[in-house]
């Protein structure tokens, strides 16, 4: 009974190795053993490298000294930890920040566009400084009427009732008596 | 010269530009495999063209040459393209090269037609006929503003697709905020006529703008299409769109915003939608068809404005999308159908809608921006054009 097994096993094989396919299988398994030894050679090269490497108390106690040199503990591992759950966050906000400190750089080497600025910014600024140049020039000449004029002379009622017919004195007046109307409405209003 | 890229961009604009600068910030690889395919010399910041024609921003500030803006890693192809096989990845090009691609991206903006309106090519820049749309004819705006003196100012805005949507409107508001100031007003009638149904499409902005309109005393009248300039006696013919009878008016000086269409290569090509535009999905921006396609900008069929500032938000998602297909990834941005165009409403304001597919206002201001603020004017005339150079064409905005 067990040879009639055998032989039925043996007759299969035999089937199975007459198949082209499995044959041109074989072939090309056969053609390609020297690589697979070369690769089996170095995958044991390997496990008896780490093997020798675990065993190696000196390599071991060396390492094991280096990185308790350094503040590595649990509290390391988990800002590790913390720093890898933040990564995508992170890294939108670094983008950005590139971003900026890109458009930044660009504009500083942009000379065409700092010059449109700054031209654009001494045009708005043009108007003040010619405001505080007249100011200036009016301070200044008043000044130097003061100092020029003889200023012994006493003013009088009459002087005083000729500025009144002045526009300039005219236009400080109207600006008292708007002044003195608001100040009435809002006192009338808080009784 | 190679024929063949992983990815070939089609304009070198303000999208093409962007999308270039970005691909190249987040992949590096694609170093010397982007080409963009543009034929000018000269890139324009075209948005500034408004402030040139009201006498308050150079002409020279607003072009650079094309090879100072051409990113770093990008091909530059210096021809026109000429039409699109697909199905073969292949664009056309004038001089009948041929180019390949992988991917394909599609900015190549919108085209003016400036014999669409009958008498407007032999008549601009000549007889108080002006447009801020035509560069070589932005300072004779300027100069027809500011030597007009009394009679009709009649600005024009019409029934086709435009890009900035609200510049005929600004140059509108700024040239009355000159006469206002020269104490020429009273002399002058200043009257829009426009193709469309409101003075705007967003309700907030649109009754800011109305109140603005009623202020300044301008006269409005909806529905009206510019078909014809004659020029010679200074009448503007128009086609009432409600009753579809013809309107003249007489006018003294005359601001034209053009009939505008898609690129005849593109509408005359398979990646074109019934009306000439690239057929793209709305929140993608790939192509409804070809996969490998990408459309972006002015020459898409997005039913948004066409403004600089809607590109700004359709970048990242072409580059992003762009990105994952190439890795077998699944898309993952989506364009809201987002715009701004900062309204300058005289010499030293502005308004700054931005909105949405929905038509919906979406703000990014910590204040009201339908109400006309010296900020908003500063923001358009000082910021943006740093923003563009600076940021958007090399790609961190």
Known sequence: MQDQNQSQSLSNLLNQLQNPEIQESLSSILKKLPEYEKGIESINNMVTFSKDLFNDQQIGQKYDELLTSYNLDFKT?????????????????????????????????????????????????????????????????????????????PINLFTILKWLKEPAVQTILQYIQAGIHVLNHEKERNI | MRNSYKIVIVGGGTAGISVAAQLLRKSNVLENDIAIIEPAYIHYYQ?????????????????????????????????????????????????????????????????????????????????????????????????????????TALFTYPMTPIKC?????????????????????????????????????????????????????????????????????????????????????????????????????????????????????????????????????????????????????QVPVVVENLLSIMRDQPMNQFYDGYTACPIVTGYNKAILPEFNYQKEPVETMPFNQAIERTSLYLLKKNLLPIMYWDGMLKGTM
């Open chain 2, 165 to 313: 949507g609200a510049a005929p409107q600004k140059i509108m508001y700024l040239a009355e905020d000159y006469f206002y100031k020269m104490g020429i007003r009273d002399k002058i009638q200043v009257e829009f006529r426009t193709a469309e149904s409101a003075i705007f499409d967003v309700m907030k902005y649109r009754m800011a703008l109305e109140k603005i309109i009623e202020r300044k005393n301008i006269d409005v009248a909806y529905h009206r299409n510019l078909i014809e300039i004659k020029a010679q006696e200074k009448i503007a013919i128009f086609e009432n769109l409600s009753t579809n009878t013809i309107e003249e008016i007489k006018y003294d000086m005359i601001h034209v915003a053009p009939y505008m269409q898609a690129p005849r290569f593109i509408a005359t090509s398979p990646i074109a939608d019934a009306n000439g535009w690239v057929d793209v999905d709305m929140y993608t921006l790939q192509h409804k068809t070809y996969k490998n396609v990408f459309g972006i900008g002015d020459n898409t069929n997005l039913p948004t404005h066409r403004s600089g500032s809607a590109v700004r938000k």
């Open chain 2, 47 to 151: 948005p500034i063209w408004t402030l040139i024609g009201a006498g308050v921003a150079k002409k020279e500030d607003s072009g650079r040459e094309m090879s100072s803006v051409i990113p770093k890693g990008a091909v530059w192809i210096q021809q026109s393209a000429d039409g699109f096989k697909p199905e073969d990845h292949e664009v056309l090009l004038k001089d009948g090269t041929v180019i390949k691609y992988e991917y394909l991206v599609v900015a190549a903006g919108i085209e003016v037609l400036w014999d669409g309106i009958k008498g407007l090519k032999e008549a601009l820049g000549t007889k108080e006929v002006c447009s801020i749309y035509s560069f070589e004819h932005i300072t004779y705006t300027w100069d027809t503003i500011r030597n007009f003196k009394t009679g």
């Open chain 1, 77 to 153: 591992i988990h800002a590790i930890i913390g720093l890898l759950e933040n990564l995508p966050k992170l890294n939108t906000i670094l983008d950005q920040f590139i971003k900026i400190m890109d458009f930044a750089n660009a504009i500083l080497q942009d000379k065409q566009s700092i010059e449109y600025v700054s031209n654009n910014v001494s045009q708005y600024a043009e108007p003040l400084k010619e405001k505080t140049q007249t100011f200036k020039t009016f301070v200044s000449e008043v000044k130097e009427q003061m100092s020029s004029n003889d200023n012994s002379e």
